[in-house]
């Protein structure tokens, strides 16, 4: 259980966004309603990571020439990996992208769920590994290589709205598409503000214990989140997105590779 002050500080921080996500419903146009959410969920994104972490929407690109989809809120490191600017379009190295969030106003079809799983599985498909050759920086110093199954040199996927398909359509359809798709391109999290989250469950001694890992998932949970009293999604969803941030690699990257320098000279002189 949480400090009884942060427990009052994050419900009303949930009641804050809640408000303001049924707000954007009367902008009445769609590109107008989706900035407002964007804005509202990447500020109460912000409020729960740390100052040195870019929040922002854009594409996310790997060394070796792939490209996600547009993303509605790329989370990034600012410290370390540039971030190319195309005409005010922002493209994220996938080495530098510790989570990305699809925003919607309303999951109420099954198109609209496959759209929004395609999306973040656009960029957990990217190749962290730059063909073999990247590797975690620890310290200062060179650490073990980037491998794709290890939780903590992935990206953090998830999805927020404020309408979902039934429960047990949309476990259906989560269920199909985990069933499909490998462990390590599946979301990590998803929040009906509303009241539903889905998650998954992992061996904890004899039984089975929530959690966002995807390479430790043995089960699927889609759960009512709507009775009094019990955790509200965005809420579960922050808390899981801090978590991860906190123990996710830092990773090299190649410039040469995105950059395409040359290699050998084609003509020089001794000196």
Do not use: C
């Amino acid at each position: 259980m949480p400090h009884p002050v942060i427990a009052a500080i994050l419900d009303e921080l949930n009641e804050d966004v809640r408000r303001k996500l049924e707000l954007t419903q009367s902008v009445g146009h769609p590109g107008e309603g989706g900035r407002a959410r964007e804005h509202i969920i990447r500020d109460f994104v912000r409020r729960l990571l740390p100052d040195a972490l870019g929040i922002d929407t854009g594409f996310v690109i790997d060394a070796v020439g792939g490209k996600s989809r547009q993303i509605d809120i790329v989370v990034y490191r600012t410290d370390y990996h540039p971030v190319f600017e195309i005409g005010g379009v922002k493209h994220f190295l996938v080495e530098s992208v510790l989570a990305v969030i699809e925003n919607k106003a309303s999951i109420s079809s099954r198109e609209d769920l496959a759209a929004a799983l395609e999306n973040i599985r656009s960029v957990k498909a990217l190749d962290r590994t730059n063909a073999g050759n990247n590797y975690r920086i620890v310290g200062t110093t060179r650490g073990s290589a980037v491998s794709p199954d290890d939780f903590n040199d992935q990206i953090f996927g998830a999805i927020s709205t404020t309408k979902s398909l039934s429960l047990p359509v949309l476990e259906a359809e989560l269920l199909a598409f985990v069933r499909r798709t490998p462990k390590r391109q599946w979301p990590n999290f998803y929040a009906d503000a509303s009241g539903v989250s889905a998650f998954y469950a992992e061996p904890d001694g004899g039984g089975l214990a929530s959690s966002a890992r995807t390479d430790r998932a043995q089960n699927l949970v889609v759960v009512d989140r709507t009775a009094p009293g019990a955790p509200a999604p965005l809420v579960e969803l922050g808390s899981e997105l801090a978590n991860f941030v906190r123990v996710a690699a830092l990773l090299d990257f190649s410039p040469k590779d995105y950059l395409q320098l040359a290699g050998a000279a084609p003509r020089s002189v001794t000196i």
